[in-house]
């Protein structure tokens, strides 16, 4: 719940900022924190940022600190609410029975953050006081994170923090009717009610009290690390910091962009796809019972964000050849369970070898790759994706997405884009706006054209579509 709401608050004032939404209530984020970035597994992943125990003062070689100017503004007043409501009736003839379903789901979550304040470092004291300064290399801090060639340091330089308790409310509610001796249940798990007339409902409400002073998120400046400790303040916002290495350094991420930098904007996002057309085919050549389950349960996943970026967690350690612990995935017993059947699924096809043994086309890779740009999109885009699961919607989408990465206009009259209904069009448009790309009609003609942003989610959005393309083709 917390971890969705700060993000749903980053997304709202900061999209594409530097803001960093808190994760986790157990976080303890000030001014000068330590935190360990981590880049992921595919280049255009935002990194991971993981915050520590320690102070920037703490890894400093000399023993007199530094003392932090900070200024403090009022920044705004936060209260929002999101939610979705499904609604859904299903009539099917046996040749001995009939069965009637009708299930209704909504689920709301309100976010009062009330009147917000941010703290500033001063950034010219934080440049005067590192003269000459030099960490301490021998702290085990820094030798755990510098071993990790994919990790670097950052300290909090800003952060925006609660001046008065507040709450975070989730309310959810679902109703189920059905004939014929079926039960209906759906993938919450709270409060449940069975009627004798053979509906079934369940509410839950939960409130989570927030304290004063709670951060809620935060952004970092990096440190580029010489070997003997000395160290520069990345200034400059499109400036990453890292340790110094011997010779070149190591390229492990995958994917990684080879586009020239003059390329247009539809030439990169066909070569970057391209490069991963070997993933889409080998999701589509599964045997078709496992792509539908595989379908089946993404979309259940889809349903809750959270559970979208436990799922992606969980396949990249497994494509780094770590063993995951399902015991930490902070979500539902529900999408606990999807989770696993999903990795049950992928462990049937017989195909998980780890990309660093090669495998770079694995199922389990392939997979990682629709899950990880599902966890990078924005809500709205995850949450249309989630009704358009199906061959019907995904085949017009997925022409969409050629269009974006070809010239940029087709023909309405195309036998694939009549399941766009006027009112699935228009969540087609708010879907591709929400991933910065604009679909415009032009007398018989839809064209595509991609915002220039900072970010890849044209990129993700394309993905996505193609990766469940893959799963539904042939259904």
């Known amino acids: 719940?917390?971890?969705?709401?700060?993000?749903?608050?980053?997304?709202?004032?900061?999209?594409?900022?530097?803001?960093?939404?808190?994760?986790?209530?157990?976080?303890?984020?000030?001014?000068?924190?330590?935190?360990?970035?981590?880049?992921?597994?595919?280049?255009?992943?935002?990194?991971?940022?993981?915050?520590?125990?320690?102070?920037?003062?703490?890894?400093?070689?000399?023993?007199?600190?530094?003392?932090?100017?900070?200024?403090?503004?009022?920044?705004?007043?936060?209260?929002?609410?999101?939610?979705?409501?499904?609604?859904?009736?299903?009539?099917?003839?046996?040749?001995?029975?009939?069965?009637?379903?009708?299930?209704k789901d909504?689920?709301?979550?309100?976010?009062?953050?009330?009147?917000?304040?941010?703290?500033?470092?001063?950034?010219?004291?934080?440049?005067?006081?590192?003269?000459?300064?030099?960490?301490?290399?021998?702290?085990?801090?820094?030798?755990?994170?510098?071993?990790?060639?994919?990790q670097s340091f950052g300290i909090v330089k800003e952060r925006i923090v609660t001046t008065q308790p507040c709450s975070v409310i989730e309310d959810v509610q679902q109703e189920g009717e059905c004939g014929g001796g079926l039960s209906f249940c759906g993938p919450k798990n709270p409060k449940l009610s069975l009627k004798e007339n053979g509906s079934l409902s369940k509410d839950s409400n939960v409130t989570m009290e927030i304290p004063i002073h709670t951060t809620i998120a935060y952004a970092l400046i990096e440190l580029e690390i010489k070997h003997d400790g000395h160290y520069e303040l990345?200034?400059?916002s499109d400036t990453t910091g890292g340790f110094e290495v011997d010779g070149p350094s190591l390229k492990g991420l995958l994917g990684v962009s080879g586009a020239p930098a003059d390329s247009s904007e539809n030439n990169r996002l066909r070569q970057e796809l391209e490069r991963l057309s070997d993933h889409f085919q080998l999701?589509?050549?599964?045997?078709?019972?496992?792509r539908s389950s595989l379908l089946q349960q993404m979309t259940k996943v889809m349903e809750d964000r959270g559970a979208v970026s436990s799922l992606s967690s969980v396949l990249e350690q497994m494509c780094l050849d770590k063993r995951p612990d399902l015991g930490d995935v902070t979500t539902t017993e529900s999408q606990k369970q999807n989770i696993q059947e999903i990795l049950a699924l992928l462990e049937q096809s017989g195909r998980m070898q780890?990309?660093?043994?090669?495998?770079?086309?694995?199922?389990?890779?392939?997979?990682?790759?629709?899950a990880s740009a599902m966890d990078e999109v924005t809500n709205d885009c995850l949450a249309i994706l989630g009704m358009c699961c199906s061959?019907?919607?995904?085949?017009?989408?997925?022409?969409?997405?050629?269009?974006?990465?070809?010239?940029?206009?087709?023909?309405?009259?195309?036998?694939?884009?009549?399941?766009?209904?006027?009112?699935?069009?228009?969540?087609?448009?708010?879907?591709?706006?929400?991933?910065?790309?604009?679909?415009?009609?032009?007398?018989?003609?839809?064209?595509?054209?991609?915002?220039?942003?900072?970010?890849?989610?044209?990129?993700?959005?394309?993905?996505?579509?193609?990766g469940l393309a893959s799963l539904a083709r042939c259904v």
């Open 1 to 103: 719940m917390f971890a969705t709401a700060t993000r749903n608050f980053v997304e709202e004032v900061d999209h594409g900022g530097l803001l960093i939404p808190v994760s986790s209530l157990n976080d303890t984020i000030a001014i000068l924190t330590v935190v360990v970035k981590r880049k992921r597994f595919w280049f255009w992943q935002k990194p991971k940022y993981i915050p520590t125990d320690f102070t920037f003062n703490d890894i400093l070689r000399e023993d007199t600190p530094i003392k932090p100017g900070i200024i403090e503004t009022d920044f705004l007043k936060y209260n929002g609410t999101y939610g979705d409501k499904i609604q859904g009736n299903v009539d099917t003839n046996f040749v001995h029975s009939n069965m009637s379903l009708q299930g």
């Open 106 to 150: 909504s689920s709301k979550l309100q976010s009062s953050f009330g009147s917000l304040k941010k703290e500033e470092l001063d950034m010219q004291k934080l440049l005067r006081d590192s003269k000459d300064r030099c960490l301490d290399m021998s702290h085990s801090l820094v030798q755990q994170t510098k071993e990790k060639h994919r």
């Open 234 to 236: 990345c200034l400059m």
């Open 283 to 290: 999701l589509s050549a599964l045997p078709v019972a496992t």
């Open 354 to 370: 780890s990309a660093q043994a090669g495998q770079s086309t694995s199922v389990l890779t392939a997979f990682h790759l629709i």
């Open 391 to 466: 061959l019907t919607m995904l085949q017009p989408l997925e022409l969409l997405v050629q269009c974006m990465s070809g010239k940029g206009e087709m023909p309405l009259s195309s036998a694939a884009l009549a399941a766009l209904t006027e009112d699935m069009y228009g969540k087609t448009e708010h879907l591709f706006a929400s991933c910065n790309v604009s679909l415009k009609r032009d007398g018989d003609r839809v064209k595509t054209e991609i915002n220039h942003q900072p970010g890849n989610l044209p990129l993700v959005l394309c993905i996505a579509i193609r």
